[in-house]
Nanobody, 129 residues
Framework: QVQLVESGGGLVQAGGSLEVSCVNSGRTFITYAMGWFRQVPGAGREFVAGISWNDGNTVYADSVRGRFTIHRDNAKNTVYLKMDSLQPEDTAVYYC??????????????????????WGQGTQITVSS
């Protein structure tokens, strides 16, 4: 059973930094790409960043480009999201997600939820002003 487990969330002051990680602690499966989404109460999940598992290609939302960095450790089946210059509007529950279906575009980073097959439980990040 695939189980994605996030860690590293918490409270940080505006302008600060935080890094969250996500590991697949369950059965080994082929990971084609992984992504981070975030959600605030009353809204849908918003794409934040994603990374392809074969060539490391990355995609970022405009709102975080230049401040957030996604990277991976294939051997540990872990993806990280380093967040710098955090702002109160970055406050949300952050979810990691994995693409594992052998679709024609499986190695691509997609920005919509339905492209991802497995999700973590989420980790809260709160940025105080």
């Amino acid at each position: 059973q695939v189980q994605l487990v996030e860690s590293g969330g918490g409270l940080v002051q505006a302008g600060g930094s935080l890094e969250v990680s996500c590991v697949n602690s369950g059965r080994t499966f082929i990971t084609y790409a992984m992504g981070w989404f975030r959600q605030v109460p009353g809204a849908g999940r918003e794409f934040v960043a994603g990374i392809s598992w074969n060539d490391g290609n990355t995609v970022y939302a405009d709102s975080v480009r230049g401040r957030f960095t996604i990277h991976r450790d294939n051997a540990k089946n872990t993806v990280y999201l380093k967040m710098d210059s955090l702002q109160p509007e970055d406050t949300a529950v952050y979810y990691c997600a994995a693409r594992s279906s052998a679709s024609f575009d499986r190695w691509e980073v997609r920005t919509f939820e339905s492209a991802y097959d497995y999700w973590g439980q989420g980790t809260q990040i709160t940025v105080s002003s």
